[in-house]
Protein backbone atom coordinates (compact mmCIF):
# COMPACT_ATOMS: atom_id res chain seq x y z
CA UNK A 1 0.00 0.00 0.00
CA UNK A 2 1.30 3.47 -1.27
CA UNK A 3 2.45 5.52 2.31
CA UNK A 4 2.47 9.48 2.56
CA UNK A 5 6.14 11.12 2.64
CA UNK A 6 6.59 11.59 6.48
CA UNK A 7 6.65 15.45 5.93
CA UNK A 8 2.76 15.23 5.10
CA UNK A 9 1.94 12.36 7.64
CA UNK A 10 3.43 15.37 10.24
CA UNK A 11 1.65 18.33 8.58
CA UNK A 12 -1.20 16.67 8.69
CA UNK A 13 -0.53 15.47 12.19
CA UNK A 14 0.57 19.19 12.91
CA UNK A 15 -2.65 20.58 11.42
CA UNK A 16 -5.13 18.22 12.91
CA UNK A 17 -4.08 20.06 16.63
CA UNK A 18 -4.89 23.57 15.13
CA UNK A 19 -7.57 25.55 15.28
CA UNK A 20 -6.88 27.55 12.39
CA UNK A 21 -7.97 26.08 9.27
CA UNK A 22 -5.53 23.81 7.18
CA UNK A 23 -5.75 22.31 3.58
CA UNK A 24 -3.11 19.82 2.59
CA UNK A 25 -2.25 19.08 -0.68
CA UNK A 26 -0.35 16.26 -1.87
CA UNK A 27 2.33 16.87 -4.71
CA UNK A 28 0.39 15.99 -7.92
CA UNK A 29 -2.49 18.06 -6.25
CA UNK A 30 -5.13 16.19 -5.21
CA UNK A 31 -6.29 17.42 -1.58
CA UNK A 32 -4.94 14.84 1.03
CA UNK A 33 -6.30 16.21 3.92
CA UNK A 34 -8.20 19.56 5.87
CA UNK A 35 -8.70 19.63 9.45
CA UNK A 36 -11.77 20.04 11.75
CA UNK A 37 -11.28 24.29 11.38
CA UNK A 38 -11.58 23.71 7.96
CA UNK A 39 -14.34 21.83 7.81
CA UNK A 40 -16.34 24.69 9.31
CA UNK A 41 -15.30 26.96 6.24
CA UNK A 42 -15.47 24.09 3.62
CA UNK A 43 -18.89 22.71 5.03
CA UNK A 44 -18.35 18.86 4.92
CA UNK A 45 -16.17 16.81 7.46
CA UNK A 46 -13.09 15.76 5.72
CA UNK A 47 -14.30 11.74 6.28
CA UNK A 48 -17.24 12.11 4.45
CA UNK A 49 -15.35 14.70 1.37
CA UNK A 50 -12.41 12.32 1.60
CA UNK A 51 -9.33 12.67 -0.95
CA UNK A 52 -10.15 14.60 -3.62
CA UNK A 53 -8.07 14.34 -7.59
CA UNK A 54 -7.24 17.98 -8.49
CA UNK A 55 -9.67 18.02 -11.30
CA UNK A 56 -12.35 17.73 -9.70
CA UNK A 57 -11.46 20.15 -6.85
CA UNK A 58 -12.34 22.89 -9.51
CA UNK A 59 -15.57 21.89 -9.61
CA UNK A 60 -16.68 21.17 -5.74
CA UNK A 61 -15.11 24.26 -4.47
CA UNK A 62 -16.06 27.22 -6.28
CA UNK A 63 -14.08 30.64 -6.09
CA UNK A 64 -14.17 33.83 -7.04
CA UNK A 65 -12.11 37.06 -6.09
CA UNK A 66 -12.77 39.54 -3.69
CA UNK A 67 -15.47 41.27 -5.69
CA UNK A 68 -16.78 38.46 -6.91
CA UNK A 69 -15.20 38.18 -10.73
CA UNK A 70 -13.95 35.43 -12.30
CA UNK A 71 -10.24 34.00 -10.17
CA UNK A 72 -8.28 31.73 -12.67
CA UNK A 73 -7.32 28.55 -10.78
CA UNK A 74 -3.65 29.37 -11.24
CA UNK A 75 -3.86 32.60 -9.00
CA UNK A 76 -5.28 30.56 -6.10
CA UNK A 77 -2.35 30.40 -3.14
CA UNK A 78 -2.17 26.66 -3.16
CA UNK A 79 -1.66 26.21 -6.55
CA UNK A 80 0.48 28.84 -6.93
CA UNK A 81 1.97 26.95 -3.89
CA UNK A 82 2.37 23.73 -5.95
CA UNK A 83 3.15 24.91 -9.47
CA UNK A 84 5.49 27.51 -8.80
CA UNK A 85 6.60 26.38 -5.58
CA UNK A 86 6.82 29.74 -3.67
CA UNK A 87 4.37 31.22 -1.18
CA UNK A 88 1.27 32.68 -1.90
CA UNK A 89 -1.35 35.11 -0.12
CA UNK A 90 -4.55 36.04 -1.35
CA UNK A 91 -7.98 37.24 0.12
CA UNK A 92 -11.06 35.51 -2.19
CA UNK A 93 -14.71 33.73 -2.04
CA UNK A 94 -15.00 30.14 -1.64
CA UNK A 95 -18.17 28.11 -1.90
CA UNK A 96 -18.42 24.90 0.38
CA UNK A 97 -19.90 22.06 0.29
CA UNK A 98 -22.20 23.36 1.90
CA UNK A 99 -23.47 25.81 -0.87
CA UNK A 100 -22.77 28.79 1.01
CA UNK A 101 -19.96 31.97 -0.40
CA UNK A 102 -17.53 32.56 2.18
CA UNK A 103 -14.49 35.40 2.43
CA UNK A 104 -11.58 33.83 3.26
CA UNK A 105 -8.00 35.24 3.61
CA UNK A 106 -5.80 32.02 2.53
CA UNK A 107 -1.24 31.95 2.72
CA UNK A 108 -0.21 29.05 1.00
CA UNK A 109 3.16 27.51 1.31
CA UNK A 110 4.98 24.49 -0.84
CA UNK A 111 5.76 21.58 1.19
CA UNK A 112 9.91 21.02 0.33
CA UNK A 113 11.18 17.79 1.31
CA UNK A 114 15.19 16.87 1.51
CA UNK A 115 17.03 16.03 -2.01
CA UNK A 116 14.59 18.40 -3.52
CA UNK A 117 11.49 16.38 -3.32
CA UNK A 118 8.47 18.58 -4.07
CA UNK A 119 5.58 17.04 -1.70
CA UNK A 120 3.13 19.61 -2.01
CA UNK A 121 1.73 22.69 -0.52
CA UNK A 122 -0.35 23.75 2.67
CA UNK A 123 -3.00 26.76 2.76
CA UNK A 124 -3.85 27.96 6.04
CA UNK A 125 -6.81 30.58 5.70
CA UNK A 126 -9.29 32.78 7.92
CA UNK A 127 -12.97 33.34 7.27
CA UNK A 128 -12.84 37.20 6.91
CA UNK A 129 -16.04 37.84 7.27
CA UNK A 130 -17.87 34.65 9.34
CA UNK A 131 -21.34 33.86 8.38
CA UNK A 132 -20.61 33.86 4.65
CA UNK A 133 -21.35 36.65 2.40
CA UNK A 134 -24.05 35.89 0.25
CA UNK B 1 20.74 -13.79 4.91
CA UNK B 2 21.82 -13.77 8.25
CA UNK B 3 21.39 -11.16 11.15
CA UNK B 4 23.38 -10.69 14.41
CA UNK B 5 22.67 -7.74 16.86
CA UNK B 6 25.92 -6.74 18.23
CA UNK B 7 24.20 -3.46 20.27
CA UNK B 8 20.54 -3.03 21.37
CA UNK B 9 20.57 -0.44 23.88
CA UNK B 10 19.20 3.09 23.02
CA UNK B 11 20.46 6.42 24.05
CA UNK B 12 23.40 5.34 26.00
CA UNK B 13 25.71 2.25 26.97
CA UNK B 14 24.58 0.80 30.26
CA UNK B 15 26.95 -2.21 30.15
CA UNK B 16 27.06 -4.05 33.83
CA UNK B 17 25.87 -6.61 35.74
CA UNK B 18 22.18 -5.96 35.47
CA UNK B 19 22.05 -6.04 31.50
CA UNK B 20 24.64 -8.63 30.99
CA UNK B 21 21.74 -10.49 29.51
CA UNK B 22 20.00 -8.23 26.75
CA UNK B 23 23.50 -5.96 26.85
CA UNK B 24 24.91 -2.93 27.03
CA UNK B 25 26.04 -1.86 23.90
CA UNK B 26 24.06 0.65 21.23
CA UNK B 27 22.69 0.46 17.87
CA UNK B 28 24.54 -2.20 15.98
CA UNK B 29 23.30 -5.05 13.38
CA UNK B 30 25.09 -6.81 11.29
CA UNK B 31 23.52 -8.00 8.15
CA UNK B 32 25.42 -10.67 5.97
CA UNK B 33 24.48 -11.10 2.54
CA UNK B 34 24.11 -14.60 0.81
CA UNK B 35 27.94 -14.01 -1.04
CA UNK B 36 29.31 -12.53 2.19
CA UNK B 37 28.40 -9.23 1.68
CA UNK B 38 28.96 -7.44 5.07
CA UNK B 39 26.25 -4.68 5.85
CA UNK B 40 26.38 -2.98 9.46
CA UNK B 41 23.29 -0.77 10.38
CA UNK B 42 24.54 1.87 12.79
CA UNK B 43 27.58 2.54 14.34
CA UNK B 44 26.89 2.37 17.96
CA UNK B 45 29.37 1.14 20.70
CA UNK B 46 28.48 -2.55 19.59
CA UNK B 47 30.13 -1.97 16.25
CA UNK B 48 33.36 -2.54 18.44
CA UNK B 49 33.05 -5.89 19.04
CA UNK B 50 31.88 -6.57 15.69
CA UNK B 51 34.84 -5.72 14.17
CA UNK B 52 36.77 -8.60 15.84
CA UNK B 53 34.90 -10.84 13.82
CA UNK B 54 36.01 -9.40 10.06
CA UNK B 55 37.49 -11.52 7.62
CA UNK B 56 41.31 -10.59 6.80
CA UNK B 57 40.24 -11.43 3.20
CA UNK B 58 37.12 -8.64 3.76
CA UNK B 59 37.40 -6.44 0.89
CA UNK B 60 34.41 -3.98 1.45
CA UNK B 61 32.22 -2.92 4.06
CA UNK B 62 29.02 -0.75 3.76
CA UNK B 63 27.83 1.18 7.26
CA UNK B 64 24.33 2.39 7.12
CA UNK B 65 23.84 5.06 9.24
CA UNK B 66 20.12 5.85 10.09
CA UNK B 67 20.88 9.06 11.82
CA UNK B 68 23.83 10.81 13.24
CA UNK B 69 22.57 10.78 16.87
CA UNK B 70 25.77 9.90 19.64
CA UNK B 71 24.19 6.36 20.48
CA UNK B 72 24.61 5.52 16.63
CA UNK B 73 27.51 6.74 15.33
CA UNK B 74 29.58 6.45 18.78
CA UNK B 75 31.81 2.90 17.88
CA UNK B 76 32.50 3.98 14.70
CA UNK B 77 36.00 5.52 15.26
CA UNK B 78 36.65 2.25 17.36
CA UNK B 79 35.23 0.30 13.82
CA UNK B 80 39.07 -1.53 13.18
CA UNK B 81 37.72 -1.60 9.42
CA UNK B 82 38.78 1.99 9.32
CA UNK B 83 42.19 1.35 9.78
CA UNK B 84 42.89 -1.43 7.77
CA UNK B 85 44.64 -0.01 4.90
CA UNK B 86 42.62 -0.60 1.95
CA UNK B 87 39.39 -1.98 2.85
CA UNK B 88 36.67 -0.27 1.14
CA UNK B 89 34.55 1.24 3.85
CA UNK B 90 31.28 2.83 2.00
CA UNK B 91 29.20 4.83 4.80
CA UNK B 92 25.79 6.24 4.52
CA UNK B 93 23.99 8.44 5.74
CA UNK B 94 20.49 10.10 5.36
CA UNK B 95 20.65 13.93 3.21
CA UNK B 96 20.98 16.89 5.39
CA UNK B 97 19.76 20.16 3.76
CA UNK B 98 22.85 22.12 4.99
CA UNK B 99 25.97 19.92 5.35
CA UNK B 100 27.41 17.17 4.25
CA UNK B 101 27.73 13.75 5.96
CA UNK B 102 31.19 14.22 5.92
CA UNK B 103 31.39 17.39 7.84
CA UNK B 104 29.06 16.21 10.13
CA UNK B 105 30.37 13.27 11.10
CA UNK B 106 33.82 15.30 11.25
CA UNK B 107 31.86 16.81 14.08
CA UNK B 108 32.50 13.82 16.16
CA UNK B 109 35.51 12.09 14.50
CA UNK B 110 38.03 14.94 15.01
CA UNK B 111 39.66 16.40 18.37
CA UNK B 112 38.73 17.49 20.82
CA UNK B 113 36.13 14.71 20.81
CA UNK B 114 38.45 12.40 18.56
CA UNK B 115 42.23 12.12 18.23
CA UNK B 116 42.21 10.37 14.49
CA UNK B 117 40.71 13.18 11.65
CA UNK B 118 39.14 10.97 9.20
CA UNK B 119 41.36 12.23 5.98
CA UNK B 120 43.77 10.32 8.27
CA UNK B 121 42.36 7.04 7.90
CA UNK B 122 44.03 4.20 5.90
CA UNK B 123 41.26 2.39 4.56
CA UNK B 124 39.23 3.64 1.44
CA UNK B 125 36.52 5.32 2.87
CA UNK B 126 33.72 6.68 1.00
CA UNK B 127 30.55 8.53 2.02
CA UNK B 128 27.17 8.58 0.51
CA UNK B 129 24.68 10.46 1.18
CA UNK B 130 21.73 7.60 1.56
CA UNK B 131 19.27 7.87 -2.11
CA UNK B 132 15.75 8.21 -0.17
CA UNK B 133 14.64 5.43 -2.67
CA UNK B 134 15.68 1.57 -3.87
CA UNK B 135 19.53 0.96 -4.52
CA UNK B 136 21.59 -2.01 -4.59
CA UNK B 137 24.67 -2.52 -2.74
CA UNK B 138 26.66 -5.29 -3.39
CA UNK B 139 23.59 -7.10 -5.09
CA UNK B 140 21.63 -6.47 -2.04
CA UNK B 141 18.15 -4.58 -2.57
CA UNK B 142 18.29 -1.78 0.07
CA UNK B 143 15.42 0.96 0.67
CA UNK B 144 15.94 4.11 2.76
CA UNK B 145 12.67 6.41 3.85
CA UNK B 146 12.62 8.94 6.02
CA UNK B 147 10.75 8.38 9.32
CA UNK B 148 9.52 10.06 12.52
CA UNK B 149 12.12 11.15 14.66
CA UNK B 150 14.13 14.39 15.60
CA UNK B 151 16.22 15.06 12.38
CA UNK B 152 16.92 13.37 9.68
CA UNK B 153 16.66 10.10 10.16
CA UNK B 154 15.80 7.19 7.92
CA UNK B 155 14.81 3.35 8.38
CA UNK B 156 16.37 0.76 6.10
CA UNK B 157 14.56 -2.34 4.76
CA UNK B 158 17.33 -5.13 2.97
CA UNK B 159 15.81 -7.79 0.87
CA UNK B 160 17.79 -10.58 -0.29
CA UNK B 161 16.06 -13.69 -1.95
CA UNK B 162 13.03 -12.58 -1.47
CA UNK B 163 13.47 -12.34 2.60
CA UNK B 164 13.32 -8.93 4.18
CA UNK B 165 15.04 -7.45 7.32
CA UNK B 166 13.16 -3.76 8.51
CA UNK B 167 15.07 -1.59 10.40
CA UNK B 168 13.60 0.84 12.64
CA UNK B 169 15.49 1.33 15.46
CA UNK B 170 14.59 4.94 16.48
CA UNK B 171 10.77 5.48 15.40
CA UNK B 172 7.59 7.44 16.76
CA UNK B 173 4.81 6.30 14.39
CA UNK B 174 2.77 6.68 17.28
CA UNK B 175 3.54 10.78 17.36
CA UNK B 176 0.46 13.40 17.30
CA UNK B 177 -1.93 10.31 15.83
CA UNK B 178 -5.31 10.46 17.05
CA UNK B 179 -6.06 7.04 17.54
CA UNK B 180 -3.11 4.71 16.47
CA UNK B 181 -2.45 2.55 14.24
CA UNK B 182 -3.90 4.87 11.56
CA UNK B 183 -4.68 4.19 8.09
CA UNK B 184 -1.45 2.81 6.52
CA UNK B 185 -0.94 5.67 4.59
CA UNK B 186 -0.54 7.99 7.29
CA UNK B 187 1.81 5.92 9.48
CA UNK B 188 5.03 6.33 9.46
CA UNK B 189 7.39 3.39 8.66
CA UNK B 190 5.17 1.76 6.80
CA UNK B 191 5.86 1.24 3.35
CA UNK B 192 9.54 0.25 4.44
CA UNK B 193 8.29 -2.55 6.75
CA UNK B 194 5.24 -4.13 5.12
CA UNK B 195 5.62 -7.74 5.32
CA UNK B 196 8.86 -8.15 6.61
CA UNK B 197 9.95 -11.23 7.53
CA UNK B 198 12.54 -9.42 10.38
CA UNK B 199 10.98 -5.91 11.52
CA UNK B 200 13.68 -4.77 14.66
CA UNK B 201 11.94 -1.98 16.16
CA UNK B 202 12.44 1.03 18.37
CA UNK B 203 10.19 -0.47 21.74
CA UNK B 204 12.27 1.86 24.40
CA UNK B 205 9.30 2.86 26.73
CA UNK B 206 6.61 1.01 28.54
CA UNK B 207 3.13 2.91 28.29
CA UNK B 208 3.98 5.21 31.56
CA UNK B 209 7.00 6.34 30.35
CA UNK B 210 6.29 7.35 26.67
CA UNK B 211 3.38 9.22 28.39
CA UNK B 212 5.92 11.55 29.81
CA UNK B 213 8.38 11.18 26.44
CA UNK B 214 6.07 11.89 23.46
CA UNK B 215 8.16 13.79 21.04
CA UNK B 216 11.31 12.21 21.77
CA UNK B 217 11.45 9.97 19.01
CA UNK B 218 10.58 6.63 19.93
CA UNK B 219 7.84 4.02 20.68
CA UNK B 220 6.41 2.43 23.62
CA UNK B 221 6.64 -1.44 23.70
CA UNK B 222 2.66 -1.87 22.55
CA UNK B 223 2.80 0.91 20.04
CA UNK B 224 5.98 -0.97 18.29
CA UNK B 225 4.03 -4.22 18.74
CA UNK B 226 0.55 -2.29 16.87
CA UNK B 227 3.01 -1.06 14.24
CA UNK B 228 4.39 -4.72 13.96
CA UNK B 229 0.79 -5.67 13.37
CA UNK B 230 -0.10 -3.16 11.20
CA UNK B 231 2.85 -3.94 8.60
CA UNK B 232 1.99 -7.73 9.00
CA UNK B 233 5.69 -8.23 10.12
CA UNK B 234 6.47 -12.28 10.37
CA UNK B 235 9.10 -12.23 13.58
CA UNK B 236 9.39 -8.81 15.62
CA UNK B 237 12.42 -7.67 17.86
CA UNK B 238 12.33 -5.39 20.17
CA UNK B 239 15.55 -2.67 20.35
CA UNK B 240 16.71 0.55 21.24
CA UNK B 241 16.28 -0.74 25.05
CA UNK B 242 15.92 1.89 27.73
CA UNK B 243 19.39 2.77 29.16
CA UNK B 244 17.50 2.63 32.97
CA UNK B 245 15.81 -0.60 32.04
CA UNK B 246 18.04 -3.77 33.30
CA UNK B 247 17.22 -7.49 32.62
CA UNK B 248 14.41 -8.37 34.77
CA UNK B 249 12.37 -4.94 33.41
CA UNK B 250 13.37 -5.95 29.43
CA UNK B 251 12.06 -9.45 29.69
CA UNK B 252 8.64 -8.59 32.28
CA UNK B 253 8.01 -5.92 29.05
CA UNK B 254 8.26 -8.49 26.50
CA UNK B 255 6.09 -10.79 28.47
CA UNK B 256 3.60 -7.87 29.00
CA UNK B 257 3.39 -7.66 25.36
CA UNK B 258 3.24 -11.07 24.61
CA UNK B 259 0.44 -11.92 27.44
CA UNK B 260 -1.60 -8.83 26.48
CA UNK B 261 -3.02 -10.33 23.24
CA UNK B 262 -2.73 -12.90 21.16
CA UNK B 263 -0.20 -11.78 18.78
CA UNK B 264 -0.14 -12.67 14.88
CA UNK B 265 3.65 -12.46 14.98
CA UNK B 266 6.18 -14.12 16.53
CA UNK B 267 7.62 -11.09 19.19
CA UNK B 268 11.30 -11.38 20.66
CA UNK B 269 13.28 -9.30 23.22
CA UNK B 270 16.56 -7.83 21.40
CA UNK B 271 18.98 -9.46 23.17
CA UNK B 272 22.63 -9.21 22.13
CA UNK B 273 24.12 -11.44 20.22
CA UNK B 274 21.15 -13.04 18.82
CA UNK B 275 20.98 -14.32 15.22
CA UNK B 276 18.11 -14.62 13.13
CA UNK B 277 18.76 -16.54 9.53
CA UNK B 278 16.20 -15.56 6.70
Known amino acids: MAQQPIE ?4 RQWASYLVVPVWVMGENGHLVYYNEPAEAVLGRRFDEAGEMLAEELATIFQTTSEDGSRLDSESLPINIALLERRPAHLRLRIRGLDGE ?3 VDASAFPIEGQGGRHLGAVAIFWEAEPGGVG | MDITLWGTRGSLAAPGPETARYGGNTSCVEVRGADG ?4 LDAGTGIRPLSATLDPALRRVDILLTHLHMDHIQGLGFFAGLYKPGLEVHVWGPPSTTLHLRDRLARYLSPPLFPVQMRDLPSRL ?7 SDFEIEGMAVRASLVCHPGPTVGYRITENGMAVVYLPDHEPALGARKFPEDAAWTSGFALA ?15 EYAEHVGWGH ?3 PDAV ?3 EKVAAKKMVTFHHDPQHDDAILARMVEDARRAAKLPFTLVGGI ?3 TFAL
Open chain 1, 8 to 11: LILT
Open chain 1, 101 to 103: WRL
Open chain 2, 37 to 40: QLLI
Open chain 2, 126 to 132: TLHDVPL
Open chain 2, 194 to 208: EDADLLIHDAQYTPE
Open chain 2, 219 to 221: SSL
Open chain 2, 226 to 228: AFA
Open chain 2, 272 to 274: EGA
